[in-house]
């Protein structure tokens, strides 16, 4: 198709500059016609003149002007007659035509670079990131260029901007994922989906913290939807954070209790509660309803080290506190490689970077963290705030 478009284009372009040429000799056909009146006006001088109307010197000086243009449209400055009559000359400019395109069209398959036309993505390709811990990869990356592309030609699409919103997020540019949100909901007045998801790009970009703005959204998509869990899980976030911890968790128990069976958001919820109850020396297990079966894999899953194995290797003799350390530290963190749904080994992870002192690899665990649970907004706001615990910087 893109070969027909080119050739198409270039005997279009070939054709707007041969017919001036083809036609050019055709521009004096009308001399005669020109003279005929010419000579009239050298009458109806001459009849001026003799009644006095206009004055001698004047009539001689056009006169003299008129006959001069009569020189030049008569037979002695008439275009040379042409070479080739004009049926052959109208089979050669098109034939000129004709060879201009074929040798254009040559030209570029030969140092062109045809191939161009191949190398976006295809259709069957996946649109998730190849590396967890660099989310925004390749193909993402295209497809979020597409759906910019796209809104700037329709914007009044909120499913569009819905997508556009969703892709942000899952690369991290939560700030651009909460205009786009916003720019949905705008569209959708009625659709809580829309302003809960707004919320939740506005909490990320505050790094984990309910905003003002993020809480206007989630009260919004409540009044629309009062069963919208994520707007739900969100309002019990801000309540913990606002210093209601015992609101918040009857908040977090009443929307487990009520979720439909199956639901996939159970689980991650469930854990973030059990999580924060813990780091308020709460139990809870009797208030919550029954926890779905936990995968083989996370119940195999060996421990990791925790502060106290860590600290207990500072004690030790230099070089074999090293070995001791590094040891566990790379186990874990290769566990987590090969299996990154582990949440507690995240945190574990974190929290034995901050011991050793090394904060950015802290920080570099918690965006792996996060970047493995970016479709879990609830235990993305856990890992926040077991960063801000452990006073994990930039968090």
Do not use: C
């Not at 004055?55 to 400055?77: F, Q």
């Not at 309540?239 to 009443?254: F, L, N, S, V, Y």
């Not at 854990?271 to 996370?298: C, F, N, Y």
């Amino acid at each position: 198709m893109l070969w027909i478009l080119l050739t198409a284009m270039t005997v279009v372009a070939a054709v707007g500059l041969t017919i001036p040429l083809v036609r050019r000799h055709d521009a004096r056909r009308s001399g005669p016609r020109n003279i005929e009146v010419l000579a009239d006006q050298l009458r109806d001088i001459d009849i001026q003149a003799a009644d006095g109307t206009l004055p001698v010197a004047e009539a001689e000086g056009l006169k003299t002007e008129v006959a001069r243009r009569i020189l030049a449209e008569g037979p002695g400055a008439a275009t040379p007659a042409r070479p080739l009559g004009e049926r052959a000359l109208l089979t050669l400019g098109l034939g000129l035509v004709v060879v201009l395109a074929v040798a254009a069209t040559v030209l570029y398959s030969k140092i062109g670079r045809p191939d161009l036309a191949t190398t976006s993505a295809p259709r069957s390709a996946t649109v998730e990131p190849t590396d967890a811990a660099h989310p925004g990869g390749g193909d993402i990356a295209v497809m979020i260029r597409q759906l910019e592309a796209k809104m700037k030609q329709s914007p009044g699409d909120p499913e569009g901007w819905r997508m556009l919103g969703w892709s942000y997020m899952r690369t991290g540019r939560y700030g651009e994922a909460a205009n786009a949100y916003g720019k949905a909901a705008a569209l959708a007045p009625t659709n809580a989906e829309f302003l809960s998801a707004q919320g939740e790009a506005l909490t990320q970009a505050a790094g984990g913290e309910v905003t003002p703005a993020a809480r206007t959204a989630f009260r919004s998509a409540i009044v629309r939807e009062p069963g919208d869990p994520r707007a739900r899980f969100f309002l019990a976030v801000a309540k913990d954070q606002g210093g209601d911890h015992a609101g918040a968790m009857a908040d977090w128990i009443a929307l487990l209790k009520s979720a439909p069976a199956g639901a996939p958001w159970i689980a991650d919820v469930r854990a973030s509660v059990e999580r924060i109850a813990r780091q308020h020396g709460e139990d809870v297990a009797g208030k919550l309803p029954p926890a779905p079966a936990a995968t083989a894999a996370a119940d195999a899953a060996p421990p990791g080290p925790n502060a106290d194995q860590v600290a207990a290797a500072q004690q030790m003799a230099p070089g074999d506190q090293q070995a001791m350390i590094a040891g566990m530290v790379d186990r874990l963190a290769a566990r987590l490689k090969a299996n990154p749904k582990d949440p507690d080994g995240w945190v574990r992870l974190m929290r034995a970077r901050m011991v050793l002192g090394e904060t950015g690899a802290a920080a570099g665990a918690l965006h792996d963290a996060l970047a493995a649970y970016a479709d879990s907004p609830p235990q993305q706001v856990a890992f926040h705030a077991a960063a801000r615990e452990l006073r994990i910087p930039g968090v």
